[in-house]
Nanobody, 121 residues
Framework: QVQLVESGGGLVQAGGSLRLSCAASGRFFSINAMGWYRQAPEKQRELVASIGSGGSTNYADSVKGRFTISRDNAKNTVFLQMNSLKPEDTAVYLC???????????????WGQGTQVTVSS
């Protein structure tokens, strides 16, 4: 099984920066894709960014050029560097990881507990 622990959320003024971290631990063979979703009140959950085990990345159009996702495979940790933050980035950010218990044996997607990001105008 995979457990995820997130950190790095908080309150920041518009234009500021935050860096989120999400560390995976537990009993697994490998971690494939990792990434971040966000959930704002009365809005659908939105994929923010994802990164494959080889480093390929994908971003929501709304964050391209402002957010950067990266990972440390040795530490099974994913990071989200958020720059030029806007009030509309305010949400709970949830990390996820897709792990394997053996080659080609997939675990259900694991979710972190969520971390609040609040951007004031």
């Amino acid at each position: 099984q995979v457990q995820l622990v997130e950190s790095g959320g908080g309150l920041v003024q518009a234009g500021g920066s935050l860096r989120l971290s999400c560390a995976a631990s537990g009993r697994f063979f490998s971690i494939n894709a990792m990434g971040w979703y966000r959930q704002a009140p009365e809005k659908q959950r939105e994929l923010v960014a994802s990164i494959g085990s080889g480093g390929s990345t994908n971003y929501a159009d709304s964050v391209k050029g402002r957010f950067t996702i990266s990972r440390d495979n040795a530490k099974n940790t994913v990071f989200l560097q958020m720059n030029s933050l806007k009030p509309e980035d305010t949400a709970v950010y949830l990390c996820y990881a897709d792990g394997n218990t053996a080659p080609y044996v997939h675990l259900p997607r694991t979710w972190g507990q969520g971390t609040q990001v609040t951007v004031s105008s």
